[in-house]
């Protein structure tokens, strides 16, 4: 079957679609289905990837002069152009009528939202047309994957009238990453030795104040005053590139920009650093924590809205988010052996596999298909 997966038109570049959303793609590929994301930008264009067909419906300056309303509209016209077999819907604005045009044209949809249940479910109006609620909100991937008590078939008829979800069908899919492709073993010496730096720190976070790239620059501006030999890598797009890039333009700071990365590649970086900086809360910083502990790279937390993670010790600590305590949380990890804290960060990351979650999503779409024959 076509699903098509519409991502957060109103998140940062960065994480449209994010390495979850990619990873998903390659598992539905692998398992013989036909994957389109549909992604915000400034022009129209159409692009293939690894895992599946990329969508660019205008979204952002001009595209916005006229409101919110007019971008949903787009997204519309995209699906009716694609003719899916079924959708996801990961962005709230656009929730609502995307439900209804799913509900109207018969096409199995799926509501993915990154926060409890509970939440989504205040809203009928968000869900209504939908014939699952998804979480994906951090969770251990030892709580169990929960597909309702219908077996993973929805019982409401997508040929009815209705427009109210049952709210006894929500499903939970814990977050988690891809253990094969963010794997230790993507660690690339040679792109180590390039930095010539005692130390190499990763921060890989949207480039707006929300994920404070400006703490890692200050902390870099910091060490190298007290000759400290280091080097900072900035993983990730966003508005404020410009601008950090001008304050930190005597620093030994490089900038990468996520979307130029395939998930191989955003892996080797991510495995080559030695200690990852998470500066950005919520399920994005537990997505990037998680990608970072499972290639081996331990991870210092900095960020006031903690992440669920009970690291192994050496694989990461969590701190506030001030200079000083950042700065001693990186000296202690640094004195671990290399192996030791490589290992440890992976065991922390074994017990997220994404394999579950992944399989539960093709699972739910497959009985959704099949009940639409």
């Keep these: 079957m076509h699903i098509a997966h519409v991502t957060s038109f109103y998140a940062v570049p960065a994480l449209a679609p994010s390495s979850a959303v990619r990873s998903r793609g390659l598992a539905y ?99 209504a047309g939908y014939d699952r ?29 209705s427009t109210t979800l049952d709210t006894e069908n929500p499903m939970n899919a814990p977050d988690g990453v891809n253990l094969e492709v963010f794997s230790p073993l993507r660690h690339n010496s040679g792109l180590r030795d390039s930095s010539d730096a005692d130390l190499v720190l990763l921060c890989a976070t949207p480039l707006t104040s929300a994920g404070q790239p400006a703490l890692a620059i200050d902390l870099i501006r910091r060490m190298t005053a007290s000759g400290k030999d280091v080097h900072l890598v900035i993983l990730g797009d966003g508005p404020l590139r410009s601008r950090l890039e001008r304050s930190s333009a005597e620093l030994p700071v490089q900038f990468l920009s996520a979307r130029d990365l395939e998930l191989d590649e955003r892996a080797e970086v991510f495995a080559t650093a030695d200690i990852a900086l998470v500066t950005t809360g919520g399920h994005a910083g ?36 001030e200079l000083s305590h950042i700065e001693h949380a990186i000296r202690v990890l640094g004195e671990e052996p290399v192996e ?34």
């Design 29 to 127: 590929r692998a398992a013989g289905h036909e994957f389109t994301v549909i992604v915000p930008g400034t022009e129209p264009s159409v692009t293939w990837a690894e895992y599946g067909t990329v969508v660019t419906v205008p979204a952002r300056g001009r595209a916005l002069a006229r409101g919110f309303v007019p971008v949903a509209k787009a997204i519309r016209r995209a699906l009716e152009k694609l003719v899916p077999d079924q959708i996801e819907v990961a962005d709230r604005l656009s929730a609502r009528e995307l439900g209804a045009w799913a509900l109207s044209s018969s096409v199995p949809a799926i509501f993915i939202v990154d926060t409890p249940l509970e939440e989504a479910f205040s809203s009928h109006s968000d869900v």
């Design 133 to 161: 609620v998804v979480s994906v909100s951090p969770h251990p991937a030892s709580d169990p994957v929960t597909a309702g008590p219908h077996g993973g078939v929805p019982s409401a008829d997508r040929h009815s009238t």
């Design 286 to 321: 537990h997505a990037i924590a998680l990608e970072a502990l499972a290639t081996g790279t331990p991870v210092v937390n900095s960020h006031t809205r903690g992440i669920p993670i009970a690291f192994v010790s050496g694989g990461g600590l969590t701190v506030e988010p």
């Design 340 to 373: 030791n804290r490589r290992d440890a960060a992976r065991s922390t990351a074994v017990s997220f596999d994404s394999i579950e979650s992944e399989r539960a999503f093709i699972n739910l779409h497959e009985s959704l298909h099949r009940r639409e024959k």
